[in-house]
């Protein structure tokens, strides 16, 4: 079955398979209905979210760690080759193990292991950096500390850094307010309406 419900601010009605099976007068007089944008975006009716522009970025972070991930996995473990060495293969290679021989030709040589990679470590910076720049967050609003402060010894000082932290939290404060505040009239209006609980 399908149901629909429309409600207005005078009345409601109720639709099963598009036909008319319910409807009253509704005495609120308003929609109870608040809407609270999460930042303010002109001719648009859900504003603009905190994380949809960072997706991308959060994606390709994603795939790099994963890269690196699998790397360390597959090639972590170290070995070892043994030149010139009678019995190298016998013997597990391990602290303080000692091979001798007379050969002047013998050499054990150690490949594997999770090599540097510069790039790939920069890449991800960046792309940390990028989120950080995106979001609007500060890497020392969410407690990470790089490099030196430097002249971030006063109030003053820390202010200016975080000024646009600071206003991006003021405006949705003042929003919210707003929208709480509408909440709590609808409800307080509905329940005087209801003769449960007089506010007039």
């Known amino acids: 079955t399908a149901v629909t419900e429309i409600i207005s601010a005078t009345a409601w009605q109720r639709y ?20 609270i944008q999460n930042t303010l975006q002109p001719f648009y009716y859900e504003g603009i979210s ?6 991308p970025l959060q994606d390709e972070l994603n795939t790099r760690l994963s890269d690196r991930a699998s790397r360390i996995t597959f090639q972590s473990f170290k070995m070892y080759l ?5 019995g190298f293969g016998d013997r597990p290679v391990s602290p303080g193990r000692m091979w001798y021989t007379d050969n002047p030709d ?21 792309i940390r950096e990028a989120m950080d720049k995106t ?13 030196k402060l430097g002249n971030l010894t006063s109030a003053v000082a ?3 850094t975080l000024m646009g932290m600071l206003s991006k939290t003021e405006r949705k404060r003042f929003t919210y307010s707003e929208g709480l505040k509408r909440v709590c009239w609808m409800v307080l ?4 309406k209801a003769n449960v609980c007089r506010t007039t």
């Open 189 to 192: 209006d509905i329940l005087d």
């Open 16 to 35: 099963e398979n598009k036909t008319l099976v319910a409807e009253d007068e509704l005495p609120w007089g308003f929609l109870p209905v608040v809407h």
């Open 82 to 86: 043994g030149k010139g060495i009678e």
């Open 50 to 55: 905190d994380v949809e522009t960072l997706i």
């Open 135 to 147: 979001s609007g967050v500060t890497p020392l609003v969410a407690g990470v500390l790089k490099n």
């Open 106 to 126: 013998a050499a054990i040589e150690e490949f594997g292991g999770d090599s540097a990679t510069p790039s790939e470590g920069m890449h991800i910076a960046e």
């Open 158 to 160: 820390l202010r200016l």
